[in-house]
T-cell receptor, first 118, second 116 residues
Framework: AQSVAQPEDQVNVAEGNPLTVKCTYS??????LFWYVQYPNRGLQFLLK??????LVKGSYGFEAEFNKSQTSFHLKKPSALVSDSALYFC????????????????FGKGTKLSVIP | ETGVTQSPTHLIKTRGQQVTLRCSSQ?????VSWYQQALGQGPQFIFQ???????GRGNFPPRFSGLQFPNYSSELNVNALELDDSALYLC???????????????FGAGSRLTVL
């Protein structure tokens, strides 16, 4: 079984300050990790993914995430938050190897609501 | 290129009824998956279709069924609706053999189903 935990339901940050949205995961084998963002009445939009290689992954809109295998974490970060970053953020995990039907399902966390205060 | 489109955007049904939700994949994508997002929760995997066959299923009962058509569009059917089926249903498409864990999913805006 695989799972994702996003320990914070909500994160508030002032505009211009750095932001971090936390994510820890559990999966058999090596993980593929993803961050998606959801704006009101919109579907999920892909931000970035970790497959292998460099632990620091850069993505869209200035976001980056750091993969830490020992802590099984994949925290999302941005050096300077914008009001327009306010949205719902989802971390997701998938295993890297096939072991039967359903192996490639993407398992999401419950989401973290990010509010950037002007 | 067009993204993933879903219809209808909103619908209301009563318990026991049946519903069909539709999805058009992003151009060139050959794999479609469906997710259920209950209020305040993350999306939960329902199933995935590749080459018109279901090749993965989450923890959902058989009254949730689907189809994928030769043009890669898809339908999600839910029979005998229950109150707990009220949710946002998301369709996602991806490009690949359907068996690559690294594939990025492109999501539609969803169909919001309310069951009364």
């Amino acid at each position: 079984a695989q799972s994702v935990a996003q320990p914070e339901d909500q994160v508030n940050v002032a505009e211009g300050n750095p932001l971090t949205v936390k994510c820890t995961y559990s999966v058999s084998g090596n993980p593929y990790l993803f961050w998606y963002v959801q704006y009101p009445n919109r579907g999920l939009q892909f931000l970035l993914k970790y497959i292998t290689g460099d632990n620091l992954v850069k993505g869209s809109y200035g976001f980056e995430a750091e993969f830490n295998k020992s802590q099984t974490s994949f925290h999302l970060k941005k050096p300077s938050a914008l009001v327009s970053d306010s949205a719902l953020y989802f971390c997701a995990v998938r295993r890297d190897s096939y072991s039967g039907a359903g192996s490639y399902q993407l398992t999401f966390g419950k989401g973290t609501k990010l509010s950037v205060i002007p | 290129e067009t993204g993933v489109t879903q219809s209808p955007t909103h619908l209301i049904k009563t318990r026991g009824q049946q519903v069909t939700l539709r999805c058009s994949s992003q151009s060139g994508h050959n794999t479609v998956s469906w997710y259920q997002q209950a209020l305040g929760q993350g999306p939960q995997f329902i199933f995935q279709y590749y080459r018109e066959e279901e090749n993965g299923r989450g923890n959902f009962p058989p009254r949730f069924s689907g189809l994928q058509f030769p043009n890669y569009s898809s339908e999600l059917n839910v029979n005998a609706l229950e109150l707990d089926d009220s949710a946002l249903y998301l369709c996602a498409s991806s490009l690949g053999q359907g068996l690559s864990g690294a594939n990025v999913l492109t999501f539609g805006a969803g169909s919001r189903l309310t069951v009364l």
